[in-house]
C-alpha cells in the first residue's frame, strides 16, 4: 500500500464528504444536537453518499498508485480511509464535544448508523480494490 497517496486521498475524502454533509445538513434543515433526533432518511442519505465517495476515491487511488488492485489492497485503503478519519475526529470534533459535554460524544460513536458507516467503507474501497 503506499500509505502517503492512501493518507492524501482520506484527507480528501474526509474533507468532500464533510462538506457535502454540511451541504445535505443545510438543504434537509436536519438539527444536529442529538444523534437520536436525526431522521432515518438523513442517515440513509449520507451512508449512501459516503459508500459513493469511497468508491471515487478508491478508484482515484487505485489509478495511478502503482500499487496492485485486490482485495487485500482494497482493505488496507479501507483501513487507512477509517483511521484517517478517526483522527480528524479526534483533532477537530472530540473537544467540541467534550466541552459541550460527554453525553453527545457517547451519542455520535453509539449510533448503529455511524458504525454501518464505517463498515460500508472498508467494504466499498475492498470491492473496488477487487476490481481489475
Known amino acids: ?36 433526533n436525526i431522521p432515518t432518511t438523513y442517515w440513509i442519505i449520507t451512508i449512501v453518499l459516503t459508500t459513493l465517495l469511497t468508491c471515487i476515491a478508491s478508484i482515484w487511488y487505485f489509478n495511478k498508485s502503482g500499487v496492485k488492485r485486490n482485495m487485500k489492497e482494497g482493505f488496507k485503503l479501507g483501513i487507512n480511509f477509517i483511521i484517517v478519519g478517526f483522527v480528524l475526529d479526534s483533532l477537530f470534533f472530540i473537544p467540541v464535544l467534550i466541552s ?21 467503507v472498508i467494504v466499498s474501497a475492498t470491492f473496488v480494490g477487487s476490481r481489475k
Open 100 to 120: 459541550n459535554g460527554i453525553p453527545p460524544l457517547i451519542q455520535y460513536y453509539t449510533t448503529s448508523s455511524f458504525y454501518i458507516t464505517r463498515l460500508l
Open 1 to 36: 500500500m503506499n500509505i502517503k497517496r492512501g493518507t492524501l486521498i482520506g484527507l480528501a475524502l474526509y474533507a468532500t464528504t464533510f462538506i457535502a454533509g454540511i451541504i445535505l445538513t443545510i438543504f434537509a434543515k436536519v438539527n444536529l444536537e442529538s444523534s437520536q
